[in-house]
């Protein structure tokens, strides 16, 4: 069974930096795509990016572009999200999904696995 596995949240001062992790148990993300979501409280589930390992194209919502990056290890088991110039309204759980068979990569239901999800939490 796939596991996915988060990390890197944490407390940080807008325009600060965090890189999330996202693993699947030592086994590869070949042929998946994964995408970063996030839920603030009280909102609802909101897209970040996604990167379709195999292939390397990325995507992002337009909210992040220009500041966050997605990206993979060589090994193909590791998908990162580096954020920069973080934003008080960043603040939110951060979840990855894996998927393979994923056309709309927005929609949560093309999802096969998903983490447990880390806090981020920028301070003004």
């Known amino acids: 069974q796939v596991q996915l596995v988060e990390s890197g949240g944490g407390l940080v001062q807008a325009g600060g930096s965090l890189r999330l992790s996202c693993g699947r148990s030592?086994?590869?993300?070949?042929?998946?795509?994964i995408t970063w979501f996030r839920q603030a409280p009280g909102k609802e589930g909101e897209f970040v990016a996604t990167i379709r390992v195999s292939e390397g194209n990325t995507y992002y919502a337009d909210s992040v572009k220009g500041r966050f990056t997605i990206s993979r290890n060589n090994a193909k088991t590791t998908v990162y999200l580096q954020m920069n110039s973080l934003k008080p309204e960043d603040t939110a759980v951060y979840y990855c999904?894996?998927?393979?068979?994923?056309?709309?990569?927005?929609?949560?239901?093309?999802?096969?696995?998903w983490g447990q999800g880390t806090q981020v939490t920028v301070s003004s």
């Open positions: 030592g086994r590869t993300f070949s042929r998946y795509a």
């Open positions: 999904a894996a998927g393979q068979r994923v056309r709309g990569i927005g929609d949560t239901d093309e999802y096969d696995y």
